[in-house]
């Protein structure tokens, strides 16, 4: 069997594209271009790993040779630089018989992947503790190191300010249920919020990141040098929207609109209460734009919730935690752009939205600015195209009098850019 790259395939639409299946120490197959008949892979800000598919003609006879589960699949791509990233093959989805004209027949296989992390983040379960004075941040740069396994250079880990108040102890959890428990108690000390997501992406490669989400969506974060357009006459232009489809915001969700929070102090043995609304939310996070999505649906009666918190700082971070993911994930922009290996899950783009009106208006008055890229499938087929979900969690700017305005707002200036084109 093959064992090198196939380095020849490259064209300004699809880039170069090699697949290599890794069986054991001494059997490694490369998938011939003309076999693969798709493949994906997305990284997603409010996932752990990497997750994927491929779909291709078993010329090699490697259903016969059998799959045992330690098989891993190195996908090696990009327009202008070459990526690898190394997936284990999780399972054998589908086995479907065809058969061409002039051909005897071939198996058409489909194989689910995931990265590296998948099982020690989802399935292996560990204990632990932690003395106190213990950071936060630290915890969970031990789980991510040691349990999980990733070199230090790949780690991007927004430390906290806040420490165990206690000694703790991780009651045989996965790391997954661990590193979501601690992010929504620490605060970020570059953000000063809690709300932490970890989450792989292909930033350099591959990295591991555990940021707040306000960090995320603050001028820290990188962003793409080049504007985001709908037309241009350059067809090979890499930041061209090729189709988009939006999804609209919903009040629908009570813990939106607020509610009333209830921990318990040991130490005075009452209840703790913390009433959140709304404003709150919108008063407390950074907007990708001058105004709220929805107008003032404050609503402290919406929700009554126990949290087992002891304090009423650690109430408020879990509260804020909870009400930030819902609101972000309110209104959703699905672009589809050529490929690019620049791009990763966690950045921020901008967009330029002509408006309808070309008299009064050059923009758009409301989709015109930033965005959050929550994640990115980057699909091989016929190509190389990516389906990219993008957050934008406030208007850039409304007529409307009853949207609340944003306290902290990331409209203009640069963050550290990254450059695609």
Known sequence: MANQFDSERQNPYSGILSVKLILDEREVALLAMEDIVYL?????????CLQGSLVFYDQYGLLEYGFTGNEMISIVYGTKETRE????????????????????????IQLMFVDASFYYTAIQKFSRSWPVNTKYSDVMKHL???????????????????????SWVMPYWTVGQTLNWLGNRSIGSISGKSGYLTFNSTKNNFS????????????????????????????????KILEWHMQGSNKGDNRIRGGKYRGFSNSTKELITENYKY???IANTTLLGRKSLMPDISDTAAEEICIP???????????????????INQQKLIIYVLGNEKRFAGMQIRIKWPSVNKITQIYHKTLEGKYLVQSIKHIFENGYIQKIVLIKNAYQDSNSKKLLNATTKNTTGKARVIKTS
């Not at 504007?227 to 890499?238: H, K, L, P, R």
């Not at 918190?309 to 609101?327: F, G, I, Q």
């Open 40 to 48: 994906d892979f997305k990284e997603d800000i409010f996932s752990y």
């Open 85 to 108: 990233i190394v997936f284990h093959i999780w399972q054998v989805n589908n086995i479907v018989s065809t058969q061409t004209v002039g051909a005897t027949n071939t198996n058409q």
């Open 144 to 166: 991510l190191q040691n349990m999980v396994g990733w070199e230090t250079q790949n780690i991007n880990i927004e430390s906290s300010s806040n420490k165990l108040s206690e």
């Open 208 to 239: 591991v990141n555990c940021r707040s989400i306000d960090w995320l969506l603050s001028n820290k974060n990188d962003i793409d040098e080049t504007d985001y357009i709908f037309e241009s006459d350059n067809q090979d232009d890499a930041n």
């Open 279 to 281: 404003s709150d939310g």
């Open 309 to 327: 918190e002891k304090t009423a700082v650690k109430l408020k971070n879990v509260v804020y935690s909870d009400w930030v993911r819902r609101y």
